[in-house]
């Protein structure tokens, strides 16, 4: 098997944290979103992964080259942004080999049964009901409980059962048939080449596909969703700081990275630190921090701080890129 996880998304929902780095390299509880992803997937022994890069790439790429030596990977430019459809398009080379693959969309974070899912004996997708379905892929059911209809984004959706990032299939040269025929005939949805659509043509061919509802769905594209997220997978964290910071009060669950300096300072809960940052006389508390911060008399609550900030002396609700220097002490 296997997994294709498309990066190529530019995360303008995020901006300013994504004019200098790539979405799925933004930390939550300690490490960057793809790492989530990755690790999950490795450890139910999937090891062979295509990339489907563009906006910042070479970030993305030197960081799994760096950190993830030892998989088989490769990648595929996809260099206008024209839809998911396009992008796994864009890719088809990279896995037409392929018996079966996962697809996992690389903001996105899901919490499932996945060993029962990619073990799945015909194709599948991860699902989820929400309040309000119009902005995401929706699913419709037969009444034997299988996908009868795909639809991107309905105006006026017949289901609440929205597509949550994550697709097994089997059908491997089908689908990029699909994906051809669409790319071919200028068949968009919202001016975009969508998966959904290429997804379609394997049903209306007769292809068994079914569903599987997600426990948690966390699409990392807005800053409260990341937070939330943050303090979610934080849950999970081992905490043994205490004695690392004596002259902090450590409220769990937090995650601290390697190199940090914490002194005279009240950090949690749902705190993620990145590593080499330097905290001193600050109180913060639901927030994510980036490396290489200086932080000093401040008060953070519900904040994003990107990497290398440099803060002193103000009580606010930020989301900051990286490479920034404030002071509000003056």
């Not at 790492?35 to 450890?43: E, G, R, T, V």
């Not at 490396?291 to 103000?314: F, H, T, W």
Request: net charge negative.
């Amino acid at each position: 098997m296997k997994a294709i996880i498309p990066v190529a998304g530019a995360g303008t929902k995020l901006r300013p944290l994504t004019y200098t780095q790539p979405k799925p390299l933004i930390p939550i509880a300690g490490k960057p979103i793809i790492s989530h992803i990755l690790d999950s997937l490795i450890a139910e022994g999937v090891n062979d992964f295509v990339f489907i890069i563009g906006y910042m790439g070479d970030k993305i790429k030197d960081y799994l080259d760096a950190v993830y030596p030892s998989i088989s990977k490769s990648y595929a430019l996809q260099s206008q942004r024209l839809g998911l459809g396009h992008a796994l398009w864009t890719a088809r080379e990279a896995y037409d080999d392929a018996e079966e693959i996962v697809i996992v969309l690389g903001d996105t974070i899901v919490d499932l049964d996945l060993k029962s899912f990619l073990a799945s004996n015909c194709s599948v997708l991860g699902v989820r009901k929400v309040d309000d379905p119009r902005q995401f892929g929706v699913v419709e059911l037969d009444e034997q409980g299988m996908i009868k209809r795909l639809v991107e984004k309905p105006s006026i959706p017949k289901s609440n059962l929205a597509i949550a990032g994550i697709y097994k299939i089997k059908e491997v040269p089908q689908l990029i048939q699909g994906l051809q025929y669409n790319i071919d005939k200028e068949i968009k949805t919202h001016d975009e080449f969508q998966l959904t659509d290429g997804l379609m043509s394997l049903l209306k061919s007769g292809v068994c596909m079914n569903v599987m509802e997600v426990d948690q769905w966390y699409d990392c594209g807005q800053k409260d969703i990341l937070l939330e997220t943050n303090a979610k997978k934080l849950e999970g964290v081992e905490q043994a700081f205490a004695k690392m910071y004596p002259d902090a009060i450590l409220i769990p669950p937090v995650s601290i990275g390697e190199g940090c300096q914490i002194e005279h300072s009240i950090i949690g809960p749902n705190v993620s630190v990145g590593v080499n940052t330097h905290i001193h006389n600050s109180i913060i508390s639901d927030s994510i921090i980036g490396e290489y911060c200086r932080l000093a008399n401040v008060s953070l609550d519900k904040s994003i701080i990107g990497q290398d900030v440099s803060m002193n002396g103000m009580r606010q609700s930020l989301n900051i890129g990286d490479n920034t220097e404030i002071d509000f002490s003056r």
